[in-house]
C-alpha cells in the first residue's frame, strides 16, 4: 500500500477528474484483460470494466487503504465479473456441467502435438470458448496466479472443485488448441 | 500417488496438475518421474500441459477501447449531483407503494428513526475534517446499527418468501445489488474492527445497512407488484 494510492483515493474522492484518470489508466489494462479473458467477450467486458470503475468512484470513500488501491480495484473487478457470470448463467456448475459430460474428450490419436510456444492470440481465442465456470477458474488460476484456495474464495467453490476446474479447462484447451495450431508451423516444429 | 508408488497413464492425468503446480509430493513427483521415463505418450501429455501453463502465465494486460474511459468519465459526472442525494439503487418511487407490505412499513420506520439518530450523532461530532467519533457519537453509531441491523433481520424473512414471485431477471437483479451492499457492509466491518471509532467507516457502514433495508423493502414491494391485486383477484 503506497502512500500515492492514499493521495489518489483522496483526491477523486474529491472530485479531481485527473486524478480518477490516472487511476483508471494505471489500472484499466489489467482490469480488462481479466474482465475479456473470464467472460471471453471483449463487448461484455468493456460494460463490464465501465461499470467497475463507475463503481469504485462511488466506493472510494470507503477505501481505507488497507490494500494497495490495484488490489482493491481487482477484488471489484472480479466480484462484478462473477455477478455478471451468474446473471448470465444462472448458475455457474450449469455451465461446467456441458464438460463434464465431454468430460474434455481427448485429443483424436492422430491429432498433431501442440508446438512447446502456443502463440498467445491462439490461447487467447482458445480461453474464450471454454465454458464460463472452468474458464474462470482457469484465468484465475492460470493466468492471475491465484491458488486453488484463493479461487475458491473467489468463486464461491472449494478448493478441490477449483482443482477440477482448472484441471478441466487445461485438458479443454489442449483440444481446441490443436485445432488452432496452423500446419505449416506444425511442420517446422 | 498410490499406496505402491507406482504410476500409470490414468493416475497422472489425475495427478498432472499437483505435478505441474509443483504441489505434488516427493514420493508422487518420484512416481511420475519414473513413469515418464518409460512411457511412450504421458511426456507429450505434460509436455502440452505445461506449454498451456507457461503460455497462460505470458498473458498480457489488454488496453480497452478510447471510448471506455469517456463514458466512465461521463456516467462519473452525471453521477456526481445524484450521489449528493444518497438514494438507494432502486428507490421505491419506481414501484407501487400499493404493495407495500406492514413489515416494510415498520422497517422504513425504523431506517428513519436510525437515520435521525445517526445524523444527530454526526451533527455532535465537533470539527470539519475530524475522522474519530466522540464518545456521544460512537454509542450513538452503536443504537444505528442495532435499529438497521434489527430492521434487515426482521426484513430479510419477508424478502425470502417474497423472492420466488419475482422474475428471474429482477430476482437476479435484486440478490446482484444484495451482494454489492453485503460487500460493503463487510468492508465497512472490517475497517471498523481495526478502527472502531473511524467516523468515515461508521458512516460507510449506516449507509450500506441503509441500502439494504431499502433494497429488502424494494424487494417485498415488487413481489407485490408481480402478485395480483385483491380487487383483480375478486371484480
Given amino acids: ?4 494510492d492514499l493521495e489518489l483515493a483522496r483526491r477523486c474522492r474529491e472530485g479531481d477528474a485527473a486524478a480518477f484518470e490516472t487511476v483508471y489508466r494505471a489500472h484499466a489494462g489489467r482490469l ?3 474482465l475479456t479473458r473470464m467472460t471471453g467477450s471483449a463487448h461484455d467486458a468493456e460494460d463490464l470494466l465501465q461499470d467497475v470503475f463507475v463503481q469504485a468512484h462511488r466506493k472510494l470513500a470507503g477505501f481505507r487503504g488497507e490494500s494497495s488501491l490495484g488490489t482493491w480495484l481487482y477484488r471489484l473487478a472480479v466480484n462484478h465479473c462473477l455477478d455478471h457470470l451468474r446473471g448470465k448463467h444462472s448458475r455457474m456448475a450449469r455451465s461446467t456441467d456441458s464438460l463434464d459430460a465431454e468430460d474434455a474428450a481427448e485429443p483424436a490419436a492422430a491429432a498433431p502435438a501442440l508446438p512447446e510456444a502456443i502463440a498467445r492470440i491462439d490461447l487467447e481465442r482458445a480461453i474464450a470458448q471454454l465454458p464460463a465456470g472452468c474458464r474462470a477458474a482457469f484465468v484465475l488460476h492460470d493466468v492471475e496466479g491465484l491458488d486453488h484456495r484463493e479461487v475458491g474464495e473467489a468463486l464461491g467453490i472449494s478448493e478441490g472443485t477449483s482443482k477440477s476446474q482448472v484441471h478441466k479447462a487445461r485438458m479443454k484447451l489442449r483440444v481446441l488448441l490443436r485445432g488452432a495450431v496452423p500446419r505449416s508451423a506444425l511442420e517446422a516444429v | 500417488m498410490t499406496d505402491d508408488r507406482t504410476c500409470t497413464c490414468g493416475r497422472l ?3 498432472l496438475d499437483d505435478y505441474l503446480d509443483g504441489t505434488a509430493g516427493t514420493s508422487a513427483r518420484a512416481a511420475i518421474d519414473a513413469h515418464l521415463a518409460t512411457c511412450t505418450s504421458c511426456p507429450a501429455l505434460v509436455a502440452e500441459v505445461r506449454a498451456i501453463r507457461g503460455a497462460a502465465r505470458t498473458l498480457e494486460p489488454i488496453e ?3 471510448d471506455v474511459w469517456r463514458r466512465v468519465h461521463a456516467e462519473v459526472q452525471r453521477d456526481a449531483p ?3 442525494s444518497r438514494r438507494p439503487r432502486l428507490g421505491l418511487s419506481r414501484i407501487g407503494w400499493r ?6 412499513a415498520v422497517a422504513g420506520l425504523v431506517l428513519v428513526v436510525a437515520s435521525l439518530t445517526w445524523v444527530g450523532a454526526r451533527l455532535a461530532v465537533p470539527a470539519a ?6 464518545a456521544d457519537a460512537f454509542a450513538d453509531f452503536y443504537v444505528a446499527e442495532a435499529e438497521y441491523t434489527d430492521a434487515i433481520v426482521r426484513l430479510q424473512d419477508a424478502a425470502d418468501a417474497a423472492t420466488p414471485r419475482l422474475d428471474a431477471f429482477t430476482s437476479a437483479t435484486l440478490e446482484s445489488s444484495i451482494d454489492d451492499i453485503d460487500l460493503a457492509i463487510g468492508d465497512a466491518r472490517d475497517a471498523l474492527a481495526r478502527e472502531p471509532g473511524n467516523a468515515l467507516s461508521q458512516e460507510n457502514l449506516l449507509d450500506a445497512l441503509g441500502s439494504k433495508v431499502a433494497l429488502l423493502q424494494d424487494t ?3 413481489a407485490g407488484d408481480f402478485d395480483p391485486a385483491p380487487e383483480e383477484q375478486n371484480p
Fill in chain 1, 1 to 4: 500500500m503506497s502512500a500515492d
Fill in chain 1, 32 to 34: 480488462f484483460g481479466l
Fill in chain 2, 13 to 15: 492425468v489425475d495427478a
Fill in chain 2, 64 to 66: 480497452p477501447p478510447a
Fill in chain 2, 82 to 84: 445524484a450521489r449528493a
Fill in chain 2, 99 to 104: 404493495a407495500l407490505q406492514p413489515i416494510g
Fill in chain 2, 129 to 134: 475534517g475530524t475522522v474519530t467519533a466522540g
Fill in chain 2, 220 to 222: 417485498v414491494a415488487l
